[in-house]
């Protein structure tokens, strides 16, 4: 079965700083990759997705993805965080054959410090 | 992208009992998903839920636990049976994204937190 690691729980960050946010997962088909914020009190919503094509993704407020098919990673970016970036952040993957079952990393909650 | 709603957004139950939690569309949508995510864990599909068939459940849920009714293309409800604290869980709601392209994106629901005493 897939299956999605997210490696950092929990990161602090002071304004201005660079994130980086790593995603790993399990699969060695064809898969589509998506990476989802939840702002506190907020909904799950998607923050950016691969499906096909240019590997660099852009994303909403200025965040961007890159799929790295031979580490099988989907590392999240933002060269300068806001305070308003805090939130947790889930990894996300389906795959080609069942696109209808997602499989979600454990989240990273990141807090940045004004 | 739908809108989805959730009732009831939180509660607190006693051991034993059964919680129904509703979900609302905005819109017509074939699939639903009920999703759980546990205290500091990842989201897990709980079941699919397809109007006018029976739910399919993932590996380790069961409909005796999990009852889903999905009258009609804009609602369903999941049915937290005989509770637990064990239970004690963010529920879900999602709907995909049918946009034409491959790999369709879910939106989700504010979600239910259960507690159970």
């Known amino acids: 079965a897939q299956s999605v690691s997210q490696h950092n729980h929990h990161v602090i960050l002071s304004e201005a700083a660079s994130l980086e946010l790593g995603c790993n997962y399990s699969?060695?088909?064809?898969?589509?990759l998506f990476w989802y914020v939840q702002y506190p009190g907020q909904h799950l919503q998607l923050l950016l997705k691969?499906?096909?094509?240019?590997?660099l993704v852009k994303g909403i407020k200025g965040f961007e993805a890159e799929f790295i098919k031979s580490k099988f990673s989907f590392n999240l970016r933002k060269p300068s965080v806001q305070w308003s970036d805090t939130a947790e952040y889930f990894c996300?993957?389906?795959?080609?054959?069942?696109?209808?079952?997602?499989?979600f990393g454990s989240g990273t909650k990141l807090n940045v410090k004004p | 992208s739908a809108v989805i709603s959730q009732k009831p957004s939180r509660d607190i139950c006693q051991r034993g009992t059964s919680l129904t939690i509703q979900c609302q569309v905005d819109?017509?949508?074939?699939?639903m998903f009920w999703y759980r995510q546990q205290p500091g864990q990842s989201l897990t599909l709980i079941a699919t839920?397809?109007?006018?068939?029976?739910?399919?459940?993932e590996s380790g849920f069961v409909i005796d636990k999990f009852p889903i009714s999905r009258p009609n293309l804009t609602f369903s409800t999941l049915t937290v049976s005989n509770m637990s604290p064990e239970d004690s869980s963010i529920y879900l709601c999602?709907?995909?994204?049918?946009?034409?392209?491959?790999?369709?994106?879910?939106?989700f629901g504010p979600g239910t937190r259960l507690t159970v005493l």
């Open positions: 999602s709907v995909e994204d049918l946009s034409g392209r491959t790999g369709n994106e879910q939106f």
């Open positions: 699969y060695g088909g064809t898969v589509n």
């Open positions: 691969y499906f096909s094509g240019d590997p």
């Open positions: 996300a993957v389906n795959a080609q054959g069942n696109f209808n079952k997602f499989y």
């Open positions: 819109s017509q949508v074939t699939m």
């Open positions: 839920a397809n109007q006018g068939s029976e739910a399919t459940y």
